[in-house]
């Protein structure tokens, strides 16, 4: 089995910062691509920052400048800083990995998600 556990979302002010963390564990071999969704109310989800092995970045246009991914191999966790947070923020946030499992099996793992509500 596979999991994927994140933690750190939370209430926050307009303008303020969280960090979110999310660790896979189980049975992997490894852990290749990984990423931060969103999905607000009424929304579809949406990919807000994705992060490869290599440590190559990318984000959504609204994040940029304010949100900050990164990851730690050995430990298989993958990290969102998120700062100057707007209430346009305030979504359920999922992080995805492509992971190999150690049978060889490769497939997309979600975690449980996350609420991050910018609000005053």
């Known amino acids: 089995q596979v999991q994927l556990v994140e933690s750190g979302g939370g209430l926050v002010q307009p303008g303020g910062s969280l960090r979110l963390s999310c660790a896979a564990s189980g049975s992997i071999s490894s852990v290749n691509d990984m990423g931060w969704y969103r999905q607000a109310p009424g929304k579809q989800r949406e990919l807000v920052a994705g992060?490869?092995?290599?440590?190559?970045?990318n984000y959504v246009d609204s994040v940029k400048g304010r949100f900050t991914i990164s990851r730690d191999n050995e430990k298989n966790t993958v990290y969102l800083q998120m700062n100057s947070l707007k209430p346009e923020d305030t979504a359920v946030y999922y992080c995805?990995?492509?992971?190999?499992?150690?049978?060889?099996?490769?497939?997309?793992?979600w975690g449980q998600g996350t609420q991050v509500t910018v609000s005053s």
């Open positions: 992060i490869t092995r290599s440590d190559s970045t």
């Open positions: 995805n990995a492509e992971v190999t499992t150690n049978w060889g099996f490769q497939f997309g793992a």
